[in-house]
């Protein structure tokens, strides 16, 4: 089971006490009506799926409820950074060289 | 009683305390203090089961939780559990316990017939075997198969114990207790962390348990155990726990333990759970799991009798058992001949030693001498002879040539044999770590640490006792540092003796018989042999992960650790490449068999899941009421009065809403309500309907879709004031409504000046509906003027009900006049009673949510989840009015664009009305434009909701046909097994077409 930190409780907690709401940084378009079907196709289903160092949301729902973004190597489960919602994507690359991934 | 294996003195078992147990109905007799394997040992069983596939006699081969043929069941409070390993059972007085995969007995099995006709049983005999002719596979060989398969029998009751939970958190773990795991727990405890030591065993001490020739401080080793398990109990710091398996190390240092509570007493206070789930988060793991003797692969090595080393010592030396009166050692290991010099102590006759080394050390050969044994140097076993018990083992000399030359037969009743050791690695490989190979140790041994764990001792391939406890010590103390930050200093025991075993060997052994007539076991709970390993690679299987699959080795409950390096090192030779280039296949969870009782917990009956009730519930009982579940609710379903059954209960309740009036229980449904200076313009964009011009005091119906363009949920929503809106959920949607409104409120939307509050349980809720609606609410409300004038169809208005404040909704789901009374949720039960007075008055009903489901199916309304599906879309709905056409954006616009989504052929939203009135279609039916379609031939749809309809004195149906709407009037088929059922394609709408009967 996860050990996750909400930055918004600035506590770890387990991971039953969240939902994992998938990929994060996929911002639903300002104006729908102006893009192609390919990208509002994109925006829906595609996910970068990868294996290694990724963002994804996930949302307190036990806690506070407030969703935050994390990184996370999907190899390994580690977590190398919490942040709040609206913040921008750190530097992944840099993250994972920073922990040796 | 005698016990004519029992050593004169010696061994950990209470020889004052005797105790009684059956086996197969034998009355034997033991010590507390004994396993059963041990017990039965020293009463000269040796027999204990038939083995999986060839139902050969098998006895016990171990002392610990790896024992693969020592399976058994065993009695307790009425029932039986099944599969339990003998060399963990511990013996109380009055056990029973019973031999498994036997008929009639275990003496004389039927089974036993699979050995001669093992020719035809070879690996992957499932495939080749049972292939012809195709109609036998269900008839004949499914069910014999099922009926052979499997060890033990299944329980006949429900599992009438209870299982508890517990939630840990320490600085450091530590998984074993034998000199490297009471090291490091000491070293860490020391320092003042939190320590927890586990040990699967009853007893603390591991291998030390087991030695007789070695000391700690001067000390017998068990004396060290002892005085370092009362130094730890003292710490307030430490939490000792025995009989408690680490069975899993998940991700983030969880590490799960399954704690044995009750099971070895005769009569536990019923208060306590047979076992413990400890959920464990540690800050650092110590693994001192140690190693487990590896057997040798030689023919005929399963006879019962035949057995590991150091399970012989450990018999001997903790149990006070001798496994034989005559016992061969047959080994590739050091280790062995401290087994044989501890027997012959103890005056049982070694007749041999047998070292398949040319050369093995000269200090052991001088002291077998001294104590009269035979040593044979450069000698294997290559067969054992006896039926149920070993009787003599063939010996067989290695020449130069690598050929085996015959070395004659010695008569024995037992045969200890040891191929070496293999680093008990499942926990570090379960924690992600990937194993190395160590040549020179010739075994796989743990990397790099993925988590924060270190491996210590026998499990990283490190042997002797100084050099083990010495390692323990500095694993305990970097753990402690690790986690806390801190050190200590303290005295560090010092041991003599207990010196590091040499030697091993891996695969199978050469001999001289003929290779196609005997066997040499690798897995024995799987019945695999070294020639299916062979046959395997021979058949073209070159991935160890496929000769796994395809002969089952290393698939027992011991995940291979006996197993799996000789069927390796045998893979490795038949696939002329190197160990290391073979691989090793992944260890997983759980590291021994665990019950699904420590999983369930107490998540079971009335807990398994949390039950909902509305505040009719009581009422809706003692009134005879019959519930449904939907989703965690208790929902009344119908109320049959005195012989009637469902269908007669149903159309009697839809027939009085229809013509005086119904009421219902509303509750469930979900309430969410929506705040703030945006609140509009919140729901705007959530729901395709338009929200900004609604007036204050009006409802509307709201649809929600998700973006891509699919109807998710739907309900009503009322505007309270310009800022506040109670919004309505489907029931089983309230949960994933609110979440996505929370979604793109906080993620997408956060500019937003909206609250959104989940008031599902704040409210309960009474649906009066009929022509006399009104008149029954009339005589409890006050505030507010119920005229049709004042209070149209598709009003809200804040007022009280007998005095208590009120929302009142004037809306409908039946087509018919009504109301729905949101009161505060305490209220809820004053609310029914006074309104199921009321209506009783006026020659109403209380309906339950079958008959709101036909009232609303006449009507043509949908229920979310039933008539759709996921795939859905408004347009397919026939609810294209329901989008605000003028709306710059809503979830789900963009999606409802998409090419799929305006493509002609889409499944849409009809009604059907069969031929015959009387002909009810079944949910779910497929429909086709074919009376009798041809096989293979695609539905055009199918039924989503069907009913006897009271009102039309006729059945109806809803479905979803490709291009329905521009299909009324045609005839279509819904084939079913008793002929095809012709059915009309129609609107959705039965009854009240014009809706005349909501504006009354």
Not at chain 2, 215 to 230: A, L
Not at chain 2, 371 to 385: K, M, S, W
Not at chain 2, 822 to 849: D, F, S
Request: glycine residues 10%; negative net charge.
């Amino acid at each position: 089971m996860l050990l996750i930190y909400c930055p918004y409780c600035q506590v770890k907690r387990a991971e039953t006490e969240f939902h994992c709401g998938g990929e994060a940084h996929i911002a639903r378009p300002s104006d729908p009506s102006k893009t192609t079907d390919e990208d509002w196709v994109d925006f829906l289903y595609t996910r970068s799926n990868i294996k290694g160092v990724y963002a994804e949301r996930w949302r307190h729902i036990h806690g506070c409820g407030r969703f935050f973004n994390a990184v996370r190597d999907t190899v390994s489960d580690d977590f190398l950074k919490f942040y709040k919602a609206g913040e921008p994507m750190p530097d992944l690359n840099a993250l994972a060289a920073e922990a040796g991934k | 009683m005698s016990q004519p294996f029992r050593t004169e003195k010696g061994g950990r078992i209470d020889r004052a305390e005797q105790l009684t147990f059956t086996f197969d109905g034998e009355e034997l007799h033991g010590h507390k203090g004994d396993t059963l394997a041990s017990a039965l040992l020293a009463n000269g069983i040796h027999l204990v089961g038939r083995s999986f596939k060839y139902h050969r006699p098998r006895g016990i081969v171990t002392a610990g939780s790896e024992e693969p043929n020592a399976l058994v069941g065993i009695y307790r409070n009425g029932d039986q559990t099944p599969n339990l390993r003998a060399t963990q059972v511990e013996l109380y007085q009055d056990l029973q316990a019973i031999s498994q995969n036997r008929f009639p007995s275990l003496g004389f099995d039927v089974g036993a017939v699979n050995d001669l006709l093992s020719p035809l049983f070879p690996a992957g005999f499932y495939y080749k075997t049972f292939m012809w002719p195709k109609s036998f596979w269900d008839r004949v060989y499914e069910p014999i198969i099922r009926s052979a398969a499997g060890l033990g029998r299944p329980p006949k009751n429900p599992d009438h114990d209870y299982y508890g939970n517990q939630y840990a958190h320490c600085d450091v773990l530590v998984v074993g207790s034998g000199p490297a795991g009471l090291a490091a727990t000491l070293a860490a405890a020391e320092t003042g962390a939190r320590v927890i030591l586990c040990d699967e065993q009853a007893e603390f001490g591991g291998s030390l348990l087991s030695v007789a020739s070695a000391s700690i401080d001067g000390k017998d080793p068990s004396i060290w155990v002892s005085e370092t398990i009362q130094k730890l109990s003292a710490m307030a710091n430490v939490t000792l726990l025995p009989r408690t398996t680490a069975f899993g190390y998940f991700a983030h240092n969880f590490i799960a333990l399954a704690e044995r509570v009750t099971e070895h007493l005769k009569d536990p206070d019923p208060k306590l759970p047979r076992e413990r789930l400890w959920q464990v988060r540690a800050r650092e793991v110590v693994i001192a799991a140690g190693a487990i003797e590896r057997p040798m692969a030689f023919p005929e090595n399963d006879r019962p009798g035949v057995m590991l080393a150091e399970a012989g010592r450990t018999y001997l030396n903790r149990y006070g058992v001798k496994v034989g009166h005559k016992v061969l050692v047959a080994t590739a290991c050091d280790t062995a001949w401290q087994a044989a010099f501890d027997l012959a102590d103890h005056g049982v006759e070694v007749v041999a030693i047998a070292d398949i080394r040319e050369t093995p050390p000269d200090n052991l050969i001088s002291i077998a001498k001294a104590r009269g044994i035979r040593v044979e140097a450069g000698c294997v076993v290559t067969g054992t002879l006896g039926r149920k018990r070993v009787k003599a083992a063939l010996l067989g000399r290695l020449m130069t040539s690598g050929q085996v030359a015959s070395g004659g037969q010695v008569e024995c009743d037992a045969l200890l044999m040891s191929a070496g050791w293999t680093p008990t690695v499942s926990l570090y490989s379960q924690s992600r770590g990937k194993v190395v190979w160590d040549a020179e140790k010739g075994a796989y041994v743990p990397g790099k640490p993925v988590q924060k764990e270190r491996s210590t001792g026998a499990s990283k391939g490190l042997y002797g006792l100084q050099a083990t406890l010495e390692d323990g010590y500095a694993a305990g103390e970097e753990a402690a540092r690790a986690a806390t930050g801190k050190t200590a200093t303290f005295t560090r025991a010092t041991a003599s003796g207990g010196e590091a075993g040499n030697g091993g060997t891996l695969g199978a052994l050469p001999h001289d018989r003929d290779a196609s007539r005997v066997k040499a076991f690798v897995d024995y709970q799987n019945d695999v042999t070294a020639k299916d390993v062979k046959l395997a690679v021979r058949e073209g299987m070159h991935s160890i992960e496929h000769i796994k699959r395809y002969t089952t080795t290393g698939m027992a409950t011991d995940q291979g650790r006996l197993s799996n390096m000789n069927a390796l090192q045998i893979a490795s030779g038949s696939l002329e490449r190197p160990m290391p280039e073979v691989g090793l296949t992944t260890f997983r969870q759980p590291y021994t068999p665990t019950t699904f009782g420590l999983f369930a917990g107490v998540a079971r009956g009335d807990f398994f899941d949390p039950v909902r009730k509305t505040p009719s519930h009581d009422w809706v009982v003692g009134n005879g009421g019959v519930f449904e579940d939907v989703s965690q609710w208790k929902r009344a379903w119908y109320f049959p009065k005195t012989g009637e059954d469902m269908h007669a209960a149903v159309a009697r309740e839809c027939k009085t809403v229809r013509e005086s009036v119904g009421l219902f229980d509303a509750s469930t449904l979900g309430k969410i309500e929506v705040v703030g200076p945006d609140a509009a313009e919140f729901l705007e964009r959530m729901y395709t309907n338009p929200w900004k011009k609604l007036a204050p005091g009006r409802c509307r119906y709201g649809l929600l879709l998700n973006d891509a363009g699919f109807i998710t949920d739907d309900g009503v929503i009322g505007r309270l004031a310009e800022d506040r809106f109670h919004v309505t959920t489907t029931t089983g949607g309230a949960p994933s409504v609110f979440a996505t409104m929370e979604d793109y409120l906080q993620t997408e939307w956060p500019d937003l000046d909206v609250w959104i509050t989940s008031t599902t349980e704040q409210y309960a809720v009474a649906a009066v509906q009929g022509p006399k609606a009104r008149e029954v609410i009339a005589p409890f409300i006050e505030g507010v003027d119920l005229s049709a004038e004042a209070l149209p169809h598709m009003s809200v208005k804040e007022a009280t009900f007998c005095g208590v404040p009120c929302r009142l909704f004037r809306i409908s789901f039946t087509g018919e006049l009504g109301f729905e009374i949101n009161v505060p949720r305490r209220h809820g039960r004053m609310l029914w009673e006074t309104l199921a007075a009321e209506i009783e008055k006026h020659g109403g009903t209380p309906y339950g949510t079958e008959s709101m489901h036909v009232l609303r199916a006449e009507k043509g309304y949908i229920i979310v989840g039933q008539d759709t599906d996921g795939t859905v879309t408004p347009h397919d709905a026939g609810m294209s009015w329901a989008i605000g056409k003028k709306k710059f954006d809503f979830v789900g616009k963009r999606g409802l664009e998409r090419p799929d989504l305006i493509a002609e052929n889409r499944k849409q939203f009809v009604g059907l009305l069969t031929k015959d009135p009387k002909v009810k279609l079944e949910e779910g039916a497929q429909i086709t434009t074919a009376e009798t379609p041809a096989t293979g031939t695609p539905a055009e749809g199918h039924v989503t909701s069907s009913y006897y309809s009271p009102a039309l004195d006729r059945t109806i149906a809803l479905a979803v046909v490709k291009n329905g709407h521009a299909l009324e009037g045609q005839t279509l088929y819904v084939p079913m097994p008793d002929g095809s059922i012709p059915v009309e394609v129609t609107g959705t709408v039965f009854y009240d077409k014009e809706g005349a009967r909501l504006n009354v």
